[in-house]
């Protein structure tokens, strides 16, 4: 009995690799999951896009409260773009010593700029205020200026959406929304 050579080369080799039906199958069953991930994934991303634009606002107030105090002036948050009938809050905001001692007064070259946060990178979050505010400013004590009721900010996502609320005595807190 004589073998061929060729069969017995192959009969005595262990296989190794993956065959082209095994890697069809693989490739199938990560879209499947892939498919399945993708909208939740999108839904987590506008939820923590909405939770990182309130907890900005939350510090940019904070910190003109903070240093109202600690300088015992006036200090005044605003949209740069703002001007005597609208406020973008959606755009970049400037933190700054207000001159006009009310704490009334936009911002004008020559003021004192503390901090300037960026213009929103999401464009899908909209930020508006209870009483379309141009002006946010706290007085030396810490409390707000001009202002004869607390202010609220909602910040509006696709999906998720966050309220933030600014004290009269000018404490910040936020919270969930149910609707925009």
Known sequence: MVRSSLSFYYRDKKQTGV?????????????ILSAIAIPSFSSILDSSASEEQTRELVRLLNYARTEAVRRNEAVSVQPISATATSADWEKELVVFVND??????????????????????????????????????FAPSGMLVNSQQALVFK?????KHRQLNVSRSGLVNSGKLSSC
Not at 23 to 30: D, H
């Open 155 to 159: 910040v509006c996502g696709k999906e």
């Open 100 to 137: 006009d001692r009310t704490g009334a007064g936009l911002y004008s070259n020559g003021q004192t700029i503390l901090r300037q946060h960026a213009a929103d990178r999401i464009s899908d979050v909209s930020i508006t205020t209870n009483n379309n505010n141009l002006i946010i400013s």
């Open 19 to 31: 065959t082209l039906v095994e890697l069809m199958v693989t490739i199938a069953v990560l879209s």
